[in-house]
Nanobody, 120 residues
Framework: QVQLVESGGGLVQPGGSQRLSCVASESIFNRFHMAWYRQAPGKQRELVARIRTDGIITYADPVRGRFTIARDDAKNTVYLQMNNLKPEDTAVYYC??????????????WGPGTQVTVSS
Protein backbone atom coordinates (compact mmCIF):
# COMPACT_ATOMS: atom_id res chain seq x y z
CA GLN A 1 0.00 0.00 0.00
CA VAL A 2 1.13 3.56 -0.64
CA GLN A 3 2.90 5.37 2.18
CA LEU A 4 2.64 9.12 2.63
CA VAL A 5 5.03 11.41 4.47
CA GLU A 6 4.25 15.04 5.17
CA SER A 7 6.75 17.81 5.84
CA GLY A 8 6.84 21.56 6.18
CA GLY A 9 4.92 22.09 9.39
CA GLY A 10 6.02 24.35 12.20
CA LEU A 11 5.36 27.62 13.94
CA VAL A 12 4.35 30.64 11.87
CA GLN A 13 3.07 34.08 12.78
CA PRO A 14 -0.42 35.24 11.84
CA GLY A 15 -0.44 36.57 8.31
CA GLY A 16 2.53 34.43 7.38
CA SER A 17 2.91 31.69 4.80
CA GLN A 18 3.95 28.08 4.85
CA ARG A 19 4.15 25.27 2.33
CA LEU A 20 3.43 21.67 3.18
CA SER A 21 4.67 18.77 1.10
CA CYS A 22 3.51 15.17 0.95
CA VAL A 23 5.63 12.57 -0.77
CA ALA A 24 4.13 9.22 -1.76
CA SER A 25 6.12 5.99 -1.81
CA GLU A 26 4.81 5.10 -5.26
CA SER A 27 3.36 6.71 -8.32
CA ILE A 28 0.23 8.78 -7.79
CA PHE A 29 -0.31 9.56 -11.48
CA ASN A 30 -3.89 8.63 -12.41
CA ARG A 31 -3.98 6.38 -9.33
CA PHE A 32 -5.04 8.60 -6.45
CA HIS A 33 -7.07 11.67 -5.71
CA MET A 34 -4.85 13.61 -3.29
CA ALA A 35 -6.05 15.76 -0.45
CA TRP A 36 -5.08 17.63 2.69
CA TYR A 37 -7.13 17.33 5.86
CA ARG A 38 -6.59 18.94 9.23
CA GLN A 39 -7.60 18.27 12.79
CA ALA A 40 -7.53 20.88 15.52
CA PRO A 41 -7.58 19.92 19.22
CA GLY A 42 -11.04 18.83 20.27
CA LYS A 43 -12.40 18.96 16.72
CA GLN A 44 -13.09 16.44 14.00
CA ARG A 45 -10.79 15.97 11.08
CA GLU A 46 -11.92 18.13 8.17
CA LEU A 47 -11.13 18.40 4.50
CA VAL A 48 -8.93 21.36 3.58
CA ALA A 49 -8.42 20.80 -0.14
CA ARG A 50 -8.53 18.00 -2.69
CA ILE A 51 -7.06 17.67 -6.16
CA ARG A 52 -8.40 14.84 -8.26
CA THR A 53 -6.55 12.80 -10.86
CA ASP A 54 -8.24 14.93 -13.54
CA GLY A 55 -7.00 18.13 -11.90
CA ILE A 56 -10.33 19.27 -10.48
CA ILE A 57 -9.77 21.06 -7.17
CA THR A 58 -12.01 21.54 -4.16
CA TYR A 59 -11.36 23.87 -1.23
CA ALA A 60 -13.05 24.16 2.12
CA ASP A 61 -14.72 27.53 2.60
CA PRO A 62 -12.44 28.68 5.46
CA VAL A 63 -9.30 28.37 3.30
CA ARG A 64 -10.57 29.31 -0.15
CA GLY A 65 -8.54 32.20 -1.53
CA ARG A 66 -5.72 31.67 0.97
CA PHE A 67 -4.58 28.08 0.36
CA THR A 68 -3.50 26.45 -2.89
CA ILE A 69 -3.19 22.72 -3.51
CA ALA A 70 -1.03 21.36 -6.30
CA ARG A 71 0.32 18.02 -7.36
CA ASP A 72 3.50 17.03 -9.16
CA ASP A 73 2.87 13.53 -10.41
CA ALA A 74 6.42 13.21 -11.71
CA LYS A 75 7.66 13.64 -8.13
CA ASN A 76 4.81 11.72 -6.48
CA THR A 77 4.24 14.84 -4.41
CA VAL A 78 1.32 17.03 -3.42
CA TYR A 79 1.73 20.49 -1.95
CA LEU A 80 -0.35 22.84 0.13
CA GLN A 81 0.65 26.49 -0.09
CA MET A 82 -0.86 28.36 2.84
CA ASN A 83 -0.95 32.16 2.81
CA ASN A 84 -2.36 34.72 5.22
CA LEU A 85 -2.41 32.14 7.97
CA LYS A 86 -4.72 32.65 10.93
CA PRO A 87 -4.62 31.24 14.46
CA GLU A 88 -7.66 29.13 13.61
CA ASP A 89 -5.57 27.33 10.98
CA THR A 90 -3.60 25.73 13.82
CA ALA A 91 -3.99 21.98 13.48
CA VAL A 92 -2.31 18.76 12.53
CA TYR A 93 -2.38 18.54 8.75
CA TYR A 94 -2.74 15.12 7.13
CA CYS A 95 -2.08 14.03 3.59
CA UNK A 96 -4.64 11.69 2.07
CA UNK A 97 -4.60 9.51 -1.02
CA UNK A 98 -7.86 8.00 -2.22
CA UNK A 99 -8.38 5.50 -5.01
CA UNK A 100 -10.59 7.14 -7.68
CA UNK A 101 -13.36 4.58 -7.85
CA UNK A 102 -17.09 4.94 -7.30
CA UNK A 103 -17.62 3.18 -4.01
CA UNK A 104 -19.13 3.88 -0.61
CA UNK A 105 -15.73 3.50 1.01
CA UNK A 106 -12.95 3.61 -1.57
CA UNK A 107 -9.52 2.62 -0.33
CA UNK A 108 -7.64 5.53 1.13
CA UNK A 109 -4.35 6.10 2.86
CA TRP A 110 -3.10 8.64 5.36
CA GLY A 111 0.18 10.18 6.35
CA PRO A 112 1.17 10.55 10.01
CA GLY A 113 0.49 14.30 9.96
CA THR A 114 2.48 17.46 10.47
CA GLN A 115 1.74 20.14 13.06
CA VAL A 116 1.08 23.69 11.95
CA THR A 117 0.87 26.30 14.68
CA VAL A 118 -0.12 29.87 13.91
CA SER A 119 0.75 32.12 16.79
CA SER A 120 2.54 35.34 17.61
Amino acid sequence: QVQLVESGGGLVQPGGSQRLSCVASESIFNRFHMAWYRQAPGKQRELVARIRTDGIITYADPVRGRFTIARDDAKNTVYLQMNNLKPEDTAVYYCNARVPILAIAPPEYWGPGTQVTVSS
